[in-house]
C-alpha cells in the first residue's frame, strides 16, 4: 500500500467515524438529518432559544439594577432619618 492509499484511506475512515458521530448526536435530539424539514425545524429552535437567552440576560440585569436601586434607595432612607432623628 502507498502512503497516498493509506491517507485516502484514514480520510475516509475518519469522514465516516464523523458522519456516524454527527448522526448519533442528532439522534438524541430527535433529528432526522437526511429529512431537510427536520434539520430547518431544529436550526429554527436553536435560533429562538439563542435570541429568549440574550433577551433573558437583558431582562436579568434590568431587574437586578431595579432591585440594587430600590434596596440603595431603602439604606439611604433609613441613613437619612437615622441622621435626622439624631439632630432633633
Known sequence: MTPEEA??????????????????LFQHFDVDITDVESVKEFRE?????????????????RVIITVFTIFTGGVLAVLWNSIKGNGQ
Open 7 to 24: 491517507q485516502k484511506i484514514a480520510t475516509e475512515a475518519a469522514q465516516l467515524a464523523a458522519h456516524q458521530t454527527v448522526a448519533e
Open 45 to 61: 429552535t436553536i435560533n429562538w432559544a439563542g435570541k429568549y437567552r440574550k433577551l433573558s440576560e437583558q431582562v436579568g440585569s
